[in-house]
């Protein structure tokens, strides 16, 4: 079964750092693009972030650029998001999403996961 | 990177059709034909249904169908069941070579 698993979620102070994890199992993700999305509490979607298939390109929405960063290592079957400095506003479920381009387009992830809850505050 | 633009509500009666629009720029909607829609129940993950515009993953029901005229997209749910009851978003490519979502539109079958 293909399933996308997100992990280190949590309660954190403003300014403070957190790294997520999302990790593949029942398929590799080596030749997928990954993309990291967001949902505050009753809002809608956001889109964060996506690396390439081999981690040489990654992208940014304004709203984090500096202060997340987006990684994988393939052989962990693992993709991470690295959060600094972060804000009340970035209060939200972070879900992990992957997109084969042999599949689907390269900005629609097919298969997701079922989300980690980010919480800052103080 | 400013959200895509839907209508917030939308509904119809079991049976029948209903339409979707999602409305961009020449730099994202209207550039490229990258644009997703995305069905979501309440406390589930994003679902893909529609890619490239107008093409279903495996599994997704006909009844679900995506046009694009300009800058402007459309999902098309027709013969609605209640099980289409869900919010959903329009999401691109943007010519950064980022993605934007739009803001949601939430599906009501009276």
């Known amino acids: 079964e293909v399933q996308l698993v997100e992990s280190g979620g949590g309660l954190v102070q403003p300014g403070g750092s957190l790294r997520l994890s999302c990790a593949a199992s029942?398929?590799?993700?080596?030749?997928?693009?990954m993309h990291w999305v967001r949902q505050a509490p009753g809002k809608g979607l956001v889109w964060v972030s996506r690396?390439?298939?081999?981690?040489?390109?990654?992208s940014y929405a304004d709203s984090v650029k500096g202060r997340f960063t987006i990684s994988r290592d393939n052989a962990k079957n693992t993709v991470y998001l690295q959060m600094n400095s972060l804000r009340g506003e970035d209060t939200a479920v972070y879900y992990c999403?992957?997109?084969?381009?042999?599949?689907?387009?390269?900005?629609?992830?097919?298969?997701w996961g079922q989300g980690t809850l980010v919480t800052v505050s103080s | 990177q400013s959200a895509l633009t839907q209508p917030a509500s939308v509904s119809g009666s079991p049976g029948q059709s209903i339409t979707i629009s999602c409305t961009g720029t020449?730099?994202?909607?209207?550039?490229?034909?990258?644009v997703s829609w995305y069905q979501q129940h309440p406390g589930k993950a994003p679902k893909l249904m529609i890619y490239?515009?107008?093409k279903r993953p495996s599994g997704v029901s006909n009844r679900f169908s995506g046009s694009k005229s300009g800058n402007t997209a459309s999902l098309t749910i027709s013969g609605l069941q209640a099980e289409d009851e869900a919010d959903y978003y329009c999401?691109?490519?943007?010519?950064?070579?980022?993605?934007?979502f739009g803001g949601g539109t939430k599906l009501t079958v009276l």
């Open positions: 999403a992957r997109a084969d381009p042999r599949v689907v387009a390269i900005n629609s992830p097919d298969y």
């Open positions: 690396i390439n298939s081999d981690g040489s390109s990654t």
């Open positions: 020449s730099s994202d909607v209207g550039g490229y034909n990258y």
């Open positions: 490239n515009v107008s």
């Open positions: 999401n691109s490519y943007i010519s950064t070579g980022t993605v934007v």
């Open positions: 029942g398929f590799t993700l080596s030749n997928d693009w």
